[in-house]
């Protein structure tokens, strides 16, 4: 058949009571003695109808022969439909259209006049200024209309505010190469068209038409998911191999990282270089999730500090991870779902950074896995991954960092800042600390970026303001009264203190962590405050490459802001005050400018040194790409040993655990509860209580089901009058006592006063029984308490046991 001007596609199933006003309008209009179509074709798909549909197309094709009818006998979808159709056509430019017409036929003039001006695509649209709705949906259709095609358009293919209406013009060949591209059969072959003419760069103009709703619409609600459910199954599809590489690799690197955990089973397994974190961080996700269940409120509970309690919003509780993985805590318990947060979310932060730089800097995916690898398996990361999961959890960070950069561009602020208001919503509860180093990190980048590119600066500026007003008044609303409870309610505290300086010497910059392929335990013991503080050491090989890198490659801006970003946030991190290496001079640090400042007051000012992390990874990405793009053999060469050399003695190694010690059957068969009577609302003292050096038993605690308070705990609570912050419980006479005799086997002489404020004590905690389980200096501690007590304990399921008398 010889080629036409323009041929109309009609795909239509169960339409007899609607396609034959469409058919004749279209018929009328293209073969109008004024219309400027010289030669078309109409072709009717019939999708596998069982009414009157085919008999009635049939009828107008042998009125008119430029009406053709093709289909199948089963009901294949809107996408088969338009596939088959399109694939039918020979026209020089291919209109689809819906069979109800509800965008008028007249409207095909606006979308030529988008094609003659040089775009290979015009649609229909809606939602954009100019477009007339004649006739309005139901409100409950229309609102999950604009949802779905929201959703569609964050997901698939963003700037373009109408992907579902169903009118749309191409030229003739590409048309039909992106229809034989095309996988779907459902809804979703709108959006897939799209994906196809972005892919191949074709400028699409998005016009706006007049529209009207037609009774016996086709589209029903859940129509919107099951677009969303086809265009999941299509990305998964146009996965490209090496993006699979990539994140088996992550996932592999962060299950070798807690092998050790894994080993055995971690209910089993305890990080040995966590101290007590990994028993309060198991805690609270136990505690989120017993919350959930019992409908209590998340924010607090009286289950550790008793009968004070824990205001959980000013502790690390990471509700937006422990909320959504409380189904896995009720099934599997909390030291399997912690385990699958750290490991998963590990991975997931490298594949976020990986994304970041695929999009935004590299495209060599090799170059990208690298820096994505340095950026979320540094040395300070590894140190954190033995307990703080709100430092290594950090998926959000690049979807901040990049719709940052969106609002720069200057494309759509209002779109971009609800979206980075919501991110920053959710990344509140996961990590509030993490959040403000981002935010220092991304306020270096932008100013040393704005003052190497000024003309830029004048330009963006507007937007990223705008953008970012937009999000704070989509965040803080959402986050006003979980922010009031932490800073106003009830246990709350005014500010953490670590100390005078808590600053990483310069030495740390250059030294190896501990879990380093070239560590060593000792000297990085001597530079850092524990070991889940080793907040730099980044190692003299990778410093010295980075200094390599950056002058290589100091003609791009990027570069330069990059490594003004990683300078800045070193020196900040050295803290207060600094001592030179090798002298006795003692300088102050640039810290001193914020220490004092509200939120940053809290902060540990070596953990600023993470900030470098990305950086690094982002130089070294840049600098893999141009080695492996190079023709120069001897560069590539020597340039990918320089790599190794520096990236080799920083593997991390498998984090170091041990078998958990078992607990005492009489807390894990519940002889406990003979002792205490929590409908009394009686609580159990283990001794000694449980703080940020010994909190074991906030493990027992999880294992008997939280069905007993403890007084003492390993949180951070308010102190004296001023509510200074503090680890634990304010401390009374009595902890103090059984403290210092375990740490020293030390017994004080015990007269009636220290017996007068044991029992002040034991009635403020309204205690039950006393536990004493085997430990060091276990036997001074028992002698401590019978004196205290006035009577011996019993030996009972593994345990020294004092039955207190009952609460009244």
Same mark, same amino acid.
């Given at each position: 058949?010889?080629?036409?001007?323009?041929?109309?596609?009609?795909?239509?199933?169960?339409?007899?009571?609607?396609?034959?006003?469409?058919?004749?309008?279209?018929?009328?209009?293209?073969?109008?003695?004024?219309?400027?179509?010289? +030669?078309?074709?109409?072709?009717?798909?019939?999708?596998?109808?069982?009414?009157?549909?085919?008999?009635?197309?049939?009828?107008?094709?042998?009125?008119?022969?430029?009406?053709? @009818?093709?289909?199948?006998?089963?009901?294949?979808?809107?996408?088969?439909?338009?596939?088959?159709?399109?694939?039918?056509?020979?026209?020089?430019?291919?209109?689809?259209?819906?069979?109800?017409?509800?965008?008028?036929?007249? !409207?095909?003039?606006?979308?030529?006049?988008?094609?003659?001006?040089?775009?290979?695509?015009?649609?229909?649209?809606?939602?954009?200024?100019?477009?007339?709705?004649?006739?309005?949906?139901?409100?409950?259709?229309?609102?999950?209309?604009?949802?779905?095609?929201?959703?569609?358009?964050?997901?698939?293919?963003?700037?373009?505010?109408?992907?579902?209406?169903?009118?749309?013009?191409?030229?003739?060949?590409?048309?039909?190469?992106?229809?034989?591209?095309?996988?779907?059969?459902?809804?979703?072959?709108?959006?897939?068209?799209?994906? #196809?003419?972005?892919?191949?760069?074709?400028?699409?103009?998005?016009?706006?038409?007049?529209?009207?709703?037609?009774?016996?619409?086709?589209?029903? &609600?859940?129509?919107?998911?099951?677009?969303?459910?086809?265009?999941?199954?299509?990305?998964?599809?146009?996965? /490209?191999?090496?993006?699979?590489?990539?994140?088996?690799?992550?996932?592999?690197?962060?299950?070798?990282?807690?092998?050790?955990?894994?080993?055995?089973?971690?209910?089993?397994?305890?990080?040995?270089?966590?101290?007590?974190?990994?028993?309060?961080?198991?805690?609270?996700?136990?505690?989120?999730?017993?919350?959930?269940?019992?409908? /209590?409120?998340?924010?607090? +509970?009286?289950?550790?500090?008793?009968?004070?309690?824990?205001?959980?919003?000013?502790?690390?509780?990471?509700?937006?991870?422990?909320?959504?993985?409380?189904?896995?805590?009720?099934?599997?318990?909390?030291?399997?779902?912690?385990?699958?947060?750290? +490991?998963?979310?590990?991975?997931?932060?490298?594949?976020?950074?990986?994304?970041?730089?695929?999009? =935004?800097?590299?495209?060599?995916?090799?170059?990208?896995?690298?820096?994505?690898?340095?950026?979320?398996?540094?040395?300070?990361?590894?140190?954190?991954?033995?307990?703080? &999961?709100?430092? @290594?959890?950090?998926?959000?960070?690049?979807?901040?960092?990049?719709?940052?950069?969106?609002?720069?561009?200057?494309?759509?602020?209002?779109?971009?800042?609800?979206?980075?208001?919501?991110?920053?919503?959710?990344?509140?509860?996961?990590?509030?600390?993490?959040?403000?180093?981002?935010?220092?990190?991304?306020?270096?980048?932008?100013?040393?970026?704005?003052?190497?590119? /000024?003309?830029?600066?004048?330009?963006? *500026?507007?937007?990223?303001?705008?953008?970012?007003?937009?999000?704070?008044?989509?965040?803080?609303?959402?986050?006003?009264?979980?922010?009031?409870?932490?800073?106003?309610?009830?246990?709350?505290?005014?500010?953490?203190?670590?100390?005078?300086?808590?600053?990483?010497?310069?030495?740390?910059?250059?030294?190896?962590?501990? =879990?380093?392929?070239?560590?060593?335990? !000792?000297?990085?013991?001597?530079?850092?405050?524990?070991?889940?503080?080793?907040?730099?050491?980044?190692?003299?090989?990778?410093?010295?490459?980075?200094?390599?890198?950056?002058?290589?490659?100091?003609?791009?801006?990027?570069?330069?802001?990059?490594?003004?970003?990683?300078?800045?946030?070193?020196?900040?991190?050295?803290?207060?005050?600094?001592?030179?290496?090798?002298?006795?001079?003692?300088?102050?640090?640039?810290?001193?400018?914020?220490?004092?400042?509200?939120?940053?007051?809290?902060?540990?000012?070596?953990?600023?040194?993470?900030?470098?992390?990305?950086?690094?990874?982002?130089?070294?990405?840049?600098?893999?790409?141009?080695?492996?793009?190079?023709?120069?053999?001897?560069?590539?060469?020597?340039?990918?040993?320089?790599?190794?050399?520096?990236?080799?003695?920083?593997?991390?190694?498998?984090?170091?655990?041990?078998? /958990?010690?078992?607990?005492?059957?009489?807390?894990?068969?519940?002889?406990?509860?003979?002792?205490?009577?929590?409908?009394?609302?009686?609580?159990?003292?283990?001794?000694?209580?449980?703080?940020?050096?010994?909190?074991?038993?906030?493990? *027992?605690?999880? @294992?008997?089901?939280?069905?007993?308070?403890?007084?003492?705990?390993?949180?951070?609570?308010?102190?004296?009058?001023?509510?200074?912050?503090? #680890?634990?419980?304010?401390?009374?006479?009595?902890?103090?006592?059984?403290?210092? @005799?375990?740490?020293?086997?030390?017994?004080?002489?015990?007269?009636?006063?220290?017996?007068?404020?044991?029992?002040?004590?034991?009635?403020?905690?309204?205690?039950?029984?006393?536990?004493?389980?085997?430990?060091?200096?276990?036997?001074?501690?028992?002698?401590?308490?019978?004196?205290?007590?006035?009577?011996?304990?019993?030996?009972?399921?593994?345990?020294?046991?004092?039955?207190?008398?009952?609460?009244?």
């Amino acid at each position: 058949m010889n080629a036409v001007d323009l041929s109309v596609v009609v795909p239509a199933y169960n339409e007899e009571h609607r396609l034959g006003p469409t058919l004749e309008a279209i018929c009328a209009h293209l073969g109008a003695a004024d219309s400027r179509w010289g +030669t078309w074709e109409l072709i009717v798909v019939d999708d596998g109808s069982t009414d009157g549909t085919r008999k009635l197309a049939d009828e107008a094709a042998a009125r008119d022969p430029r009406v053709h @009818v093709v289909g199948s006998e089963h009901n294949g979808g809107k996408g088969h439909a338009l596939r088959v159709g399109v694939l039918a056509s020979y026209g020089r430019r291919v209109l689809v259209t819906d069979a109800d017409l509800a965008a008028p036929i007249e !409207e095909l003039d606006h979308l030529d006049k988008a094609l003659s001006e040089g775009h290979a695509a015009a649609i229909g649209s809606r939602a954009t200024p100019g477009a007339t709705i004649e006739n309005r949906q139901h409100r409950v259709r229309e609102l999950l209309g604009r949802t779905g095609n929201f959703l569609i358009r964050g997901v698939a293919v963003p700037g373009i505010r109408d992907t579902q209406c169903g009118f749309k013009l191409f030229e003739g060949d590409l048309a039909r190469e992106a229809f034989a591209a095309s996988r779907l059969s459902g809804w979703g072959i709108d959006v897939e068209i799209l994906q #196809y003419l972005r892919r191949q760069e074709a400028p699409v103009a998005e016009v706006p038409v007049r529209w009207a709703h037609q009774p016996g619409s086709k589209v029903r &609600p859940l129509d919107y998911a099951r677009v969303l459910a086809e265009l999941s199954v299509l990305k998964a599809r146009s996965l /490209r191999r090496a993006d699979l590489l990539a994140a088996a690799l992550f996932l592999i690197a962060s299950v070798a990282l807690y092998s050790g955990r894994w080993s055995g089973g971690p209910e089993h397994r305890y990080l040995t270089d966590s101290m007590q974190d990994q028993n309060q961080w198991e805690w609270f996700f136990a505690v989120t999730a017993d919350n959930i269940a019992h409908l /209590r409120n998340p924010l607090f +509970t009286t289950l550790q500090g008793f009968p004070d309690g824990v205001n959980l919003m000013a502790n690390t509780v990471m509700l937006g991870l422990s909320v959504p993985f409380a189904p896995v805590t009720w099934l599997f318990g909390p030291a399997i779902s912690l385990a699958l947060v750290m +490991t998963l979310g590990l991975a997931a932060t490298a594949l976020a950074w990986y994304w970041l730089l695929v999009k =935004r800097l590299v495209r060599h995916r090799g170059a990208a896995a690298v820096g994505a690898l340095l950026a979320a398996f540094a040395p300070p990361m590894v140190s954190h991954a033995n307990a703080h &999961p709100n430092f @290594v959890l950090l998926f959000m960070m690049p979807l901040i960092v990049d719709r940052v950069l969106r609002l720069c561009e200057g494309g759509r602020p209002v779109r971009d800042g609800v979206l980075l208001g919501l991110f920053a919503t959710y990344q509140i509860f996961v990590g509030e600390e993490p959040l403000l180093l981002a935010a220092i990190g991304l306020l270096l980048f932008l100013v040393g970026y704005g003052a190497l590119r /000024r003309d830029l600066a004048r330009t963006v *500026w507007r937007p990223l303001v705008r953008g970012i007003g937009v999000a704070l008044a989509v965040c803080l609303p959402l986050v006003a009264f979980p922010l009031y409870w932490q800073f106003f309610g009830p246990q709350s505290y005014h500010s953490v203190l670590h100390g005078d300086n808590a600053g990483n010497s310069p030495l740390a910059l250059l030294s190896f962590a501990e =879990r380093s392929l070239a560590g060593d335990a !000792e000297s990085a013991a001597r530079l850092s405050l524990n070991p889940t503080e080793q907040n730099a050491f980044y190692g003299w090989p990778l410093t010295a490459l980075v200094f390599a890198i950056v002058v290589r490659l100091w003609d791009r801006t990027v570069v330069k802001a990059l490594a003004f970003t990683a300078v800045c946030a070193a020196l900040l991190s050295l803290g207060l005050r600094f001592r030179i290496p090798l002298t006795d001079i003692v300088l102050p640090g640039p810290w001193k400018l914020l220490a004092s400042k509200p939120l940053f007051e809290s902060v540990i000012e070596s953990r600023v040194a993470m900030i470098c992390a990305p950086a690094l990874g982002m130089l070294l990405a840049l600098a893999l790409e141009r080695l492996l793009t190079t023709r120069n053999l001897v560069n590539r060469t020597v340039g990918l040993v320089a790599v190794t050399a520096a990236l080799l003695p920083i593997v991390p190694m498998p984090l170091k655990a041990v078998d /958990r010690a078992p607990v005492p059957a009489f807390i894990a068969d519940g002889t406990w509860r003979s002792y205490v009577d929590t409908a009394r609302g009686e609580s159990l003292v283990t001794v000694p209580l449980p703080d940020p050096g010994a909190a074991e038993a906030l493990h *027992w605690q999880t @294992v008997a089901g939280l069905d007993f308070a403890l007084p003492g705990g390993y949180f951070n609570g308010p102190y004296g009058p001023d509510r200074v912050g503090i #680890y634990g419980a304010s401390p009374r006479w009595t902890s103090n006592l059984l403290r210092d @005799v375990r740490y020293s086997g030390r017994i004080p002489a015990i007269g009636d006063s220290w017996r007068n404020q044991a029992r002040k004590d034991l009635a403020y905690w309204r205690a039950g029984a006393v536990v004493l389980a085997p430990q060091p200096n276990d036997e001074a501690l028992r002698r401590t308490l019978e004196q205290l007590l006035g009577r011996p304990g019993t030996w009972v399921d593994g345990v020294w046991a004092w039955d207190l008398p009952r609460v009244s």
